[in-house]
């Protein structure tokens, strides 16, 4: 949870829905082809939904706070447009003077995506593993490639877009159609766009963008399979979870043959690609935040501190922790038992924060009160709702009052089940106080170091004794894209993350 994104969240409870687009068939130009087809959207339409979505992910997950690195990423991304469809002389006036973004966003996740309409994000996460400016030249041509392709707009029509089904606002246990990772304050809109899933076509079509836009730039596009190497040994350690840049693409194994027989192709053409940038893209990243971000809310030992905001409160045992920018979501074992904890910077009051949530369609009051915990301030009340699958739940809402914010607990569970619950509710929020350890307080998070390898030695020894914030050995081998037993050249620089 980041102090950055405080605001207001309305609870969805009716949690799956239909999504309205307002856009039709349309018959327009594929900048990439030159050839006319079907589009869910008109350009105009695909620019205008980019925008509205735009304002939501920098909300979502905030910009990552270097300007320096972010000039970088958006000027090489910027450079890479200049030899893309989009902006070649055949090309419509429609698409050449259609505007690109380029942001950076503060999650440790790795990823990178487009919208439609010219918005490209890559995360802090994604930067920590490239080992050059050729793999992110790479990376940024492929999302250029959707976006030129007009990929979102393909699959609204070959999807029915109009008639699927997203998940918005908070969601219930997986018996209700929970998703801990899944958890975001989107529109319906934007969550469609976000997930809305390329086909392998469309993910091959962009690789090969990607290589051709990096290629014409003169980048060793043939570097692009490496960081794909690496997104396939992340998917290994995290026990077969995909990372989003591989979710319905291509094979890992298939881009890292393809990537280089495709840069070979345009190296036949007359395309040198001897620009690789590893010392400027290594000084770009050190100092980059590696890994969750303890400022922003972290859990130990049983307790969920916020060293920011100056809070803390404790963790049910059994519960599982999702820290969100926007909110922290707790969950029981078999996910039927949910706590919201989010930060309210409309209402004025605790008592108005309650009136708020209980004045939504669809929840019926029961009873509501004054209430205090630690000598605060609050408000709470208990309500029931009907969950997709018409199961009533029982919910309980509290609001406290901390430091001038309205702090906001709501739990939730079957009305048959909430009983079983409620005393680990009652645990969560009367435990909420005021932050004092002066260790947590001043925690600082883990950073990229640069380092060169003091000798030549296999990875694993070069490694230091103590890894900071559950970082494995293994974890640092995928960063640097080595194996642990790989001999390192004394010299060769290595990032290290650091916790000072």
């Given at each position: 949870?980041?102090?950055?994104?405080?605001?207001?969240?309305s609870?969805?409870?009716?949690?799956?829905?239909?999504?309205?687009?307002?856009?039709?068939?349309?018959?327009?130009k594929?900048p990439?082809?030159?050839?006319?087809?079907?589009?869910?959207?008109?350009w105009?339409?695909?620019?205008?939904?980019?925008?509205?979505?735009?304002?939501?992910?920098?909300?979502?997950?905030?910009?990552?706070?270097?300007?320096?690195?972010?000039?970088?990423v958006?000027?090489?991304?910027?450079?890479?447009?200049e030899?893309s469809?989009?902006?070649?002389?055949?090309?419509?006036?429609?698409?050449?003077?259609?505007?690109?973004?380029?942001?950076v966003?503060?999650?440790?996740?790795?990823?990178?995506?487009?919208?439609?309409?010219?918005?490209?994000?890559?995360?802090?996460?994604?930067?920590?593993?490239?080992?050059?400016?050729?793999q992110l030249?790479v990376?940024l041509?492929?999302?250029?490639?959707?976006?030129?392709?007009?990929?979102?707009?393909?699959?609204?029509?070959?999807?029915?877009?109009?008639?699927?089904?997203?998940?918005?606002?908070?969601?219930?246990?997986?018996?209700?159609?929970?998703?801990?990772?899944?958890?975001?304050?989107?529109?319906?809109?934007?969550?469609?766009?976000?997930?809305?899933?390329?086909?392998?076509?469309?993910?091959?079509?962009?690789?090969?963008?990607?290589?051709?836009?990096?290629?014409?730039?003169?980048?060793?596009?043939?570097?692009?399979?490496?960081?794909?190497?690496?997104?396939?040994?992340?998917?290994?350690?995290s026990?077969?979870?995909?990372?989003?840049?591989?979710?319905?693409?291509?094979?890992?194994?298939?881009?890292?043959?393809?990537i280089?027989?495709?840069a070979?192709?345009?190296?036949?053409?007359?395309?040198?690609?001897?620009?690789?940038?590893?010392e400027?893209?290594?000084?770009?990243?050190?100092?980059?935040?590696?890994?969750?971000?303890?400022?922003?809310?972290?859990?130990?030992?049983?307790?969920?501190?916020?060293p920011?905001?100056?809070?803390?409160?404790?963790?049910?045992?059994?519960?599982?922790?999702?820290?969100?920018?926007?909110?922290?979501?707790?969950?029981?074992?078999?996910?039927?038992?949910?706590?919201?904890?989010?930060?309210?910077?409309?209402?004025?009051?605790?008592?108005?924060?309650v009136q708020?949530?209980?004045?939504?369609?669809?929840?019926?009051?029961?009873?509501?009160?004054?209430?205090?915990?630690?000598?605060l301030?609050?408000?709470?009340?208990?309500?029931t709702?009907?969950?997709?699958?018409?199961?009533?739940?029982?919910?309980?809402?509290?609001?406290?009052?901390?430091?001038?914010?309205?702090?906001?607990?709501?739990?939730?569970?079957s009305?048959?089940?909430?009983?079983?619950?409620e005393?680990?509710?009652?645990?969560?929020?009367?435990?909420?106080?005021?932050?004092?350890?002066?260790?947590?307080?001043?925690?600082?998070?883990?950073?990229?170091?640069?380092k060169?390898?003091?000798?030549s030695?296999?990875?694993?020894d070069?490694?230091?004794?103590?890894?900071?914030?559950?970082i494995?050995?293994?974890?640092?081998?995928?960063?640097?894209?080595?194996?642990?037993?790989?001999?390192?050249?004394?010299?060769?620089?290595?990032?290290?993350?650091?916790?000072?």
């Amino acid at each position: 949870m980041k102090r950055m994104n405080v605001r207001s969240f309305s609870i969805t409870l009716m949690l799956a829905f239909a999504v309205v687009v307002s856009g039709c068939i349309t018959l327009e130009k594929n900048p990439v082809s030159g050839n006319k087809r079907a589009f869910g959207y008109s350009w105009e339409e695909e620019v205008k939904l980019g925008n509205q979505a735009d304002k939501e992910i920098v909300a979502q997950y905030g910009l990552y706070q270097n300007e320096e690195l972010s000039s970088y990423v958006s000027d090489l991304g910027q450079s890479l447009l200049e030899v893309s469809h989009l902006r070649r002389e055949d090309t419509p006036q429609q698409f050449r003077e259609t505007e690109f973004t380029f942001r950076v966003l503060d999650s440790p996740v790795v990823n990178a995506f487009a919208l439609p309409g010219g918005f490209v994000y890559v995360t802090r996460g994604l930067l920590a593993h490239l080992n050059n400016e050729a793999q992110l030249a790479v990376v940024l041509g492929h999302e250029i490639g959707h976006v030129a392709a007009r990929h979102s707009s393909q699959r609204a029509v070959e999807q029915q877009v109009g008639q699927l089904a997203v998940i918005g606002g908070a969601v219930i246990g997986q018996s209700l159609g929970y998703d801990g990772g899944s958890i975001l304050q989107l529109s319906s809109q934007t969550a469609q766009l976000m997930f809305l899933k390329y086909s392998r076509d469309h993910e091959r079509e962009s690789d090969a963008l990607g290589v051709e836009y990096s290629a014409m730039k003169n980048y060793q596009a043939a570097e692009g399979a490496e960081f794909f190497n690496s997104l396939e040994r992340i998917s290994k350690t995290s026990g077969g979870g995909v990372p989003t840049l591989l979710s319905s693409h291509p094979d890992p194994g298939e881009r890292e043959k393809t990537i280089p027989e495709l840069a070979e192709k345009w190296k036949e053409k007359g395309y040198e690609q001897t620009i690789l940038d590893d010392e400027e893209f290594m000084s770009m990243i050190e100092g980059i935040i590696f890994g969750n971000n303890p400022r922003q809310g972290f859990e130990r030992d049983g307790m969920f501190y916020h060293p920011d905001l100056k809070f803390q409160f404790p963790v049910p045992a059994g519960f599982q922790v999702y820290n969100q920018p926007s909110a922290v979501i707790m969950v029981n074992e078999e996910q039927t038992a949910i706590n919201q904890f989010t930060i309210d910077s409309q209402s004025n009051s605790s008592e108005s924060s309650v009136q708020s949530f209980l004045g939504q369609e669809g929840v019926t009051t029961l009873d509501q009160e004054s209430y205090s915990v630690n000598g605060l301030n609050g408000y709470q009340a208990f309500a029931t709702a009907l969950s997709q699958d018409s199961t009533e739940l029982m919910i309980q809402v509290t609001a406290i009052e901390f430091q001038n914010m309205i702090y906001s607990f709501i739990s939730y569970a079957s009305s048959t089940q909430f009983s079983d619950y409620e005393s680990r509710f009652a645990e969560i929020r009367e435990g909420f106080s005021e932050l004092n350890d002066a260790s947590i307080l001043g925690i600082d998070p883990v950073r990229i170091n640069l380092k060169p390898a003091s000798r030549s030695a296999s990875f694993a020894d070069l490694l230091p004794a103590e890894l900071p914030m559950d970082i494995s050995a293994l974890d640092l081998a995928i960063i640097n894209q080595v194996d642990l037993d790989e001999m390192i050249e004394e010299g060769r620089v290595l990032k290290i993350p650091v916790q000072r």
